[in-house]
């Protein structure tokens, strides 16, 4: 009995050691997450709603529900997913060039509204400006002039390569407020940047509105495009380079009365074939089609549009059923189109279709340039975007 007794003492010492070496293990996997400014998963600390900002790396989403503050640059690395859903809000604090959205190569974006439930990306900032934040960037694997890769204007980031149908992901009802933050006269952002983004892309259905520089450009890339509307922009409405090859279909245009706040060289459509026309022999050259543009100036600012479109150095581009529309008292540009420029005249296969009305817009003052590029102005207007209030009504912008 003493024996039997000694050993069920034994066994209950056996077993005591065992449960405090579970317990001491469990507490070492217990372990308190330390920031890092890497978002790997949707519990990673780093995911703060009031502190967006880091590197994604893994799937992430925000959601709708949750009141999000942009706080720092958010960037989708490598092999990164970010979903927003519709209906999410993003505040962007007004903190210049250090507040933005990239998407990096091989990174994808799944920012899909609904026309009853948009994505919107603003300022936080309880008395808004232009340039509060800097704007949402893509970065594409698809052929950039001279078909190298390059780094962006802005914060350095990669894009271009080889593959034309690259895949950045889907955005879809995105609005876009205050955007295009400064870092110099020369490097700027804008509302919407495509840097070398393929054809796999789709984007639909983006309003940017006041935006500090131009509400869409394009650095190369094969990337199409539909329903872009460009409310007050300081600078261009609509603007390419480096080879873009893509499609755009109904670009609307406005800059309203008492917007008078524009750079030093506005346009409505500016196009380059290749990056400051310091590679003009390289290929490709930019050759866009644009379809349905309808530009709309009621500034009455004396240098409110140097150019309604100028499309020089290289770039060849079609445009049909553009049309124009300048209030009576606003000012003449510079040129109606312009396709000359002392960097490289547009290519001769550029083909312009528009028509114009306003009482000091010249639709004869046009320069088809050394390359004679086609400039026609069709006997009757064109309609340019066909009911844009009912196109762009998801935005809740009524001044049409």
């Known amino acids: 009995m003493k024996m039997l007794k000694n050993f069920l003492s034994y066994l209950l010492m056996i077993s005591a050691v065992l449960a405090f070496s579970s317990c001491s293990d469990d507490d070492d996997d217990d372990t308190t ?31 709708a529900s949750k ?4 706080t720092g640059p958010l960037v989708v690395s490598a092999g990164g997913k970010l979903t927003i859903e519709a209906g999410t809000t993003i505040k962007a604090t007004a903190g210049g060039t250090n507040v933005y959205i990239a998407v990096e190569k091989d990174a994808e974006i799944q920012a899909v509204g609904t026309a009853s439930a948009p994505i919107k990306i603003t300022s936080s900032a309880s008395s808004p400006e232009a340039g509060d934040w800097g704007g949402l960037l893509l970065m594409g694997n698809a052929t950039i002039t001279g078909g190298q890769s390059a780094v962006t ?23 876009l407020e205050y955007t295009g933050a400064r870092i110099n006269g020369e490097k700027e952002f804008n509302g919407l940047t495509l840097y070398g983004v393929g054809s796999g892309t789709s984007i639909s259905n983006v309003a940017v509105f006041y935006g500090d520089d131009d509400a869409f450009e394009w650095f190369g890339g094969t990337v199409n495009i539909s329903n872009a509307l460009a409310i007050n922009a300081k600078d261009d409405m609509f603007d390419w380079t480096q080879g873009w090859k893509g499609t755009a279909t109904n670009l609307y245009g406005k800059r309203e009365l008492g917007f008078d706040a524009v750079t030093a060289d506005p346009r409505g459509l500016e196009g380059d074939g290749n990056l400051d026309g310091l590679t003009p022999s390289l290929t490709p050259q930019s050759n866009p089609t644009i379809t349905n543009l309808t530009i709309v100036n009621n500034s009455t600012a004396a240098d409110g549009m140097v150019d309604v479109v100028k499309i020089r150095r290289g770039s060849s581009a079609t445009v049909t059923n553009a049309n124009i529309i300048f209030s009576a008292n606003t000012p003449a540009p510079g040129d109606f189109v312009d396709l000359t420029d002392s960097a490289g005249d547009a290519a001769g296969t550029t083909s312009v279709n528009i028509s114009g009305t306003g009482a000091n817009l010249n639709t004869g003052d046009n320069k088809p340039g050394a390359n004679n590029g086609t400039i026609t102005i069709p006997a009757n207007a064109n309609t340019g975007v066909a009911n844009p209030g009912t196109l762009f009504s998801w935005t809740g912008y009524t001044a049409f």
């Open 67 to 70: 009141s999000w503050i942009l």
């Open 153 to 175: 204007e802005v914060v350095d980031f990669i894009y271009g390569g080889s593959d034309d149908a690259d895949d950045s992901g889907n955005i879809d009802y995105l609005i």
């Open 33 to 63: 997450q330390t920031a890092d400014g890497i978002i790997a998963s949707q519990d990673d600390v780093d995911l703060v709603v009031d502190k967006l900002q880091g590197e994604i790396t893994g799937d992430i989403t925000l959601a």
